[in-house]
């Protein structure tokens, strides 16, 4: 996936624990482990916004986004992903 997640990075540089993180920010440290492996397919902005409150950061300290190789950004949002629907000037 082409959004990386730095949480481990501020984690470290606010000598915070996992499980300190979850608890202040009010979900499980499951949820927070999910997120913080990279394997989330989606964030809450609420969520986000309470983990930049707890580690006084901006969303840009814990999200960035990295090409992935061999295809462009441009052609991944490009890529169908499923069967087209017909709009409302089509029916």
């Known amino acids: ?7 481990d990075v501020m984690l470290a540089k606010r000598k915070m624990s996992v499980g300190e993180l979850a608890e202040r920010v009010g979900i499980t ?4 482990a999910v997120l913080k492996n990279g394997r989330a397919k989606a964030v809450r902005f609420s969520t ?9 950061c901006q969303p840009g ?4 986004w990295e090409a992935e190789e061999g295809t462009s950004a441009a052609a991944q949002v490009a ?13």
């Not at 996936?1 to 949480?7: F, K, N, Q, R, S």
């Not at 440290?29 to 927070?32: D, E, F, K, Y």
């Not at 986000?48 to 006084?56: I, N, R």
């Not at 890529?79 to 029916?91: D, F, G, M, N």
């Open 48 to 56: 986000l916004a309470a983990l930049c409150e707890v580690l006084d």
């Open 29 to 32: 440290p499951a949820n927070l």
């Open 1 to 7: 996936m082409p959004i990386a997640v730095d949480i």
């Open 79 to 91: 890529a169908p992903t499923s069967a087209a629907t017909p709009s409302r000037r089509e029916e």
């Open 61 to 64: 300290d814990l999200l960035r």
